[in-house]
């Protein structure tokens, strides 16, 4: 997974141009797995009620990379 990742910067003047375009691109796209910015949902409400619960289960767990 490692070998395909790829992060940019790129500076802005004004950041909070950026975040209404976000909030925009969200708001058009509407991903169910962004919690973030986005309205409540039935699946979004499920989403986080097993971030919750797994993400408990999981902590101080060391996960095996792959590659």
């Keep these: ?3 395909h990742l790829r992060l ?3 500076p802005v003047e004004d ?3 950026l975040d209404a ?14 919690l973030n910015k986005m309205s409540k949902s039935a699946i979004r409400s499920r989403l986080s009620g ?10 101080g ?3 095996p990379s792959v590659e």
């Design 50 to 59: 097993l971030r919750r619960q797994y993400g408990r289960r999981s902590r």
């Design 8 to 10: 940019t910067t790129v």
């Design 21 to 34: 375009l976000e909030t925009l691109v969200l708001t058009r796209l509407d991903p169910p797995l962004n």
């Design 15 to 17: 950041a909070d141009s």
């Design 1 to 3: 997974m490692h070998k």
């Design 61 to 63: 767990r060391v996960t």
